[in-house]
């Protein structure tokens, strides 16, 4: 069973052009995060939606745009792509546990985004 | 600045061989996770450390919160290639917001048979 599952696991693009990926979870959760993991693998947080509700939004560039439209879905849209987006792309979700500071996050196998 | 420090970034040693990565930071955090990314695939949480001094086992590997919650290792016994993979530390600050995780940059693993 897959838990959190990400479309699509490559996407290679021109610069210039608009770009999406999904994500989806089956296990539940009611918070969803958008990382990015550069060439030295490291791991950024950019966006985190509770209960389809924005709760974390990085220093991320307005051409990035989340969108959720149900617990289970999180999708990133990705306007005027530039050289610099090529990235690894990872979905990730968790329960929020109130009182509790456990985070448990389960990630997706990501999207590998190559810009040329 | 980096907020978690991890250390060394490279590690390459040999089947029984003995490790320790260590994840080390000037902040206090509320948790701490450590989390293994093998190639092609995202990160697999192993363990949450949430109380200063505390120390969790998972078979071989073991796991130390540091008593001012600013730091955490991982030491693995008789290393085996199944261990090989990216080793990544996440906290979460003191007084910010437990969804918001910080990653270091990761310790590289590798076991050679």
């Known amino acids: 069973d897959t838990a959190v599952s990400q479309t699509p696991k490559y996407l290679v693009t021109q610069m210039g052009n608009d770009k999406s990926i999904k994500c989806e979870q089956n296990?539940?959760?009611?918070?969803m995060y958008w990382y990015k993991q550069d060439s030295k693998k490291f791991l950024k947080i950019m966006f985190s939606?509770?209960?389809?509700?924005?709760?974390i939004n990085e220093t991320v560039p307005n051409r990035f745009s989340p969108k959720s439209p149900d617990k289970a879905h999180l999708n990133l849209h990705i306007n005027s792509l530039e050289l610099g987006d090529s990235a690894v792309y990872f979905c990730?979700?968790?329960?929020?546990?109130?009182?509790?500071?456990?985070?448990?996050?389960?990630f997706g196998p990501g999207t590998r985004l190559t810009v040329l | 600045t980096q907020l978690l420090e991890q250390s060394p970034q490279f590690l390459s040693i040999q089947e029984g061989e003995n490790l320790t990565v260590y994840c080390n930071s000037s902040?206090?955090?509320?948790?701490l996770q450590w989390y293994r990314q093998e190639p092609g695939e995202g990160p697999v949480l192993l363990v949450t450390?949430?109380?200063?001094?505390e120390v969790k086992k998972l078979k071989r590997l073991t796991f130390q919160f540091g008593d001012a919650r600013k730091d955490s290792s991982l030491h693995i016994t008789a290393a085996q290639p199944g261990d090989t993979g990216l080793y990544l530390c996440?906290?979460?600050?003191?007084?910010?917001?437990?969804?918001?995780?910080?990653f270091g940059k990761g310790t590289l693993l590798t076991v050679n048979p």
């Open positions: 990730a979700s968790s329960q929020r546990r109130q009182g509790s500071v456990y985070n448990e996050q389960f």
């Open positions: 296990l539940g959760h009611d918070t």
């Open positions: 939606y509770n209960n389809k509700e924005l709760i």
């Open positions: 902040s206090v955090f509320s948790s």
């Open positions: 450390v949430v109380t200063g001094g």
């Open positions: 996440a906290g979460a600050l003191r007084g910010g917001s437990n969804y918001k995780l910080t």
